[in-house]
């Protein structure tokens, strides 16, 4: 039991019954447990297995490799379309934890093996990524834009077209296109 996620715990108020009895079946699976992001996450020799963390409507364990496991069960759930290794088992109360112990202690260990096994998501490309129309139009006219937005790094350039593509109205799109272009000309990213 690592002293940062005591402390962590000891001033959590929603969720706490919840993360104690999910910090208990993970150390149960003999990972190192750690403080990341400010949560509770557990690793296999520096590699991240596990996080525990907490929303306004549940709660849930996150599985950084998710996608590679085999959910037999049906627990893992994918947050977005936009998240692609990642998987969680959410719960709204100790109860489900408790009723649901042994599955979640083999998705663990299942974890555990893709770990040790050197297995990795494969990772879509960037040009795997839909462009929005409003995106593309001024990438066709201002070959300015194209340069400085092929030259970002892919992580860059993803994390632009999820913002571009996130809005549901055009005229929503057509405002994040235009607010960004200056940006990406200086060879900035969405954040930095």
């Not at 260990?109 to 893709?114: D, K, Q, S």
Request: hydrophobic share 40%; glycine share 4%; proline share 3%.
């Amino acid at each position: 039991m690592n002293p940062k996620v005591d402390q962590f715990l000891s001033k959590t108020d929603k969720w706490r019954e919840e993360f104690e009895a999910l910090r208990n079946i993970v150390l149960e699976c003999g990972l190192n447990e750690e403080l990341k992001w400010g949560q509770p996450c557990y690793t296999l020799h520096k590699s991240n297995i596990v996080l525990i963390h907490g929303f306004k409507e549940y709660c849930a364990l996150l599985f950084f490799k998710g996608a590679l496991l085999s959910n037999a069960d049906g627990l893992l759930i994918q947050q977005t379309d936009n998240v692609q290794s990642a998987r969680q088992i959410r719960f709204t109360n100790a109860k489900e934890i408790s009723e649901v112990k042994q599955l979640i202690k083999n998705s663990i260990f299942e974890a555990i093996e893709v770990e040790k096994a050197g297995l990795k998501v494969e990772m879509k490309k960037t040009s795997d990524f839909e462009v929005v129309e409003e995106f593309q139009q001024k990438l066709d006219i201002l070959p300015a834009l194209k340069i400085a937005f092929e030259a970002l790094t892919p992580g860059r350039q993803r994390a632009y077209l999820f913002h571009f593509s996130e809005a549901k109205q055009a005229k929503t799109r057509v405002a994040r296109v235009e607010k960004y272009i200056p940006q990406i000309l200086k060879g900035k990213g969405i954040n930095d």
